[in-house]
């Protein structure tokens, strides 16, 4: 059992905030058991031999951060293709570069990875890259939870050519992962212009027979949303809905160019977005995702760093910030993206269907969170992944006084070695 003592703030996933309490964390067979009160000791009359106790003065704890969309291992692009505009960033500097990944090559950058996002206070994530296993098999190394998708594309993947063999072999990794603990297994057919009709019905049908989520990009560009309508008449939104993907278990990353009618689309059929700001930014997607529009029609929003090579970090805490800011100044209007808004979709991991009953603890001696007139204004606002100071995730300690408890911290030189080493292959 884990005691969090005399922490001097609680922020509950349902925002509330509470002062000086204590924090049980228990681990059980149905689940983790979380109790909040004072004096937890006398209480509960607990054992101190029994638990290990965190000293919670001057910290502040909050729900683990759920960084929706992602692909963790392109931390071994970060800094290769700044400035440039996704279409052209894609086909002239990603693709041929991760064209020279191999499985093990992914397994790092998933380590690299996983690290990055426990050091932010990310405990929950959702993927979408080639080699999932070994995306997997980081993320369990380290402790994390996720929803780890088997990424399809119609010209194939680096992990394999063949269309048709990388749907057997998403169905493959599902039933491999059906059970697991940390890991929720998924299909990613990755954008309406890399993937067919076909494909995406072949998609939509396993992820509807194993109960999984599909994860796609969609709506992401003007290019690709002009493209579309001279070629076919319709929108990404109007195609997948005409084609019966548009449903509960999709979960769409970016909807950037989108209309009225398209957010009552997503509305209709429960679609959950992940809203990724930073990433739209720096590739000049175009337009802001219409956040507002979509919160009124009750689409359900989450919020994700994307991958590395677009951002260029995993820190959801900046993500949400600028998430904030940037509603803010495209409406004129400082009333919207207010504190609660940002940091409920931060929270929301009921999107992927996993519970969160994780506790990221923020340390407050630092300038720049002092003094607290309002405490989750200051983790908005004022704060940043470095001030992450403590992680309990899925009832373990897996970064304590920001030292990593999931690893022996040697094993970080080694990791950077390799990371330096693969960096070798990457020529433009
Ligand atoms: O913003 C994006 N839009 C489209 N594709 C992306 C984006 N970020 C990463 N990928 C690409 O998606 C594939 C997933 O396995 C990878 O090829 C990755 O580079
Ligand atoms: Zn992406």
Do not use: Q
């Amino acid at each position: 059992m884990i005691l969090i003592k005399n922490l001097s703030y609680l922020i509950d996933k349902d925002l509330k905030v509470y002062e000086n309490c204590d924090v049980l964390i228990k681990k059980e067979e149905d689940g983790i058991k979380k109790i909040v009160g004072k004096n937890l000791i006398e209480k509960e009359n607990l054992n101190k031999s029994d638990l290990k106790i965190i000293d919670g003065k001057n910290k502040a704890g909050m729900p683990g951060l759920v960084n929706t969309h992602t692909h963790i291992p392109m931390t071994l692009l970060r800094g290769i293709a700044d400035d440039m505009r996704l279409e052209e960033w894609l086909r002239e500097k990603i693709w041929p570069n991760e064209a020279k990944l191999t499985k093990e090559d992914v397994y790092y950058g998933s380590l690299l990875g996983c690290l990055e996002m426990l050091r932010f206070g990310v405990t929950i994530f959702n993927d979408m890259y080639f080699f999932a296993e070994k995306v997997a098999e980081a993320t369990k190394e380290i402790g994390l939870r996720g929803v780890i998708s088997f990424p399809i594309i119609d010209v194939g993947t680096p992990e394999c050519e063949n269309r048709d063999k990388l749907i057997r072999m998403a169905e493959n990794f599902i039933k491999k992962y059906k059970e697991d603990k940390l890991i929720k297994p998924a299909i990613a057919p990755h954008a309406p212009y890399t993937c067919s009709e076909e494909t995406y019905k072949e998609c939509k049908e396993i992820a509807d027979n194993y109960g999984t989520l599909l994860h796609t990009h969609l709506s992401e560009t003007r290019y690709e949303v002009v493209e579309m309508e001279n070629k076919i008449g319709l929108r990404p939104i109007e195609y997948l809905e005409k084609i019966g993907v548009l449903d509960n278990n999709v979960i769409a990353a970016h909807c950037v160019w989108v209309t009225k009618e398209e957010v009552r689309k997503l509305a209709k059929h429960k679609v959950k977005v992940s809203h990724c700001p930073i990433s739209n930014m720096k590739l000049a997607s175009g337009g802001v995702m219409p956040l507002i529009e979509m919160l009124n029609d009750g689409v359900e929003i989450t919020i994700g760093t994307d991958g590395v090579a677009s951002n260029n970090n995993l820190d959801m805490l900046e993500e949400i910030k600028v998430c904030s800011i940037l509603h803010k100044a495209h409406r004129w209007d400082a009333t919207v993206g207010d504190i609660d808004t940002v940091l409920k979709m931060a929270f929301n991991s009921d999107a992927l269907g996993i519970e969160n009953n994780d506790i990221v603890l923020i340390d407050l001696t630092a300038p720049h969170l002092r003094p607290i007139h309002n405490i989750k204004s200051n983790i908005v606002y004022s704060a940043n992944g470095n001030d992450v100071d403590t992680v309990i995730a899925n009832g373990e300690v897996l970064m304590e006084n920001k030292r990593f408890k999931c690893i022996d911290e040697k094993f970080l030189d080694k990791l950077y070695e390799k990371v330096d080493k693969i960096k070798e292959k990457f020529s433009c």
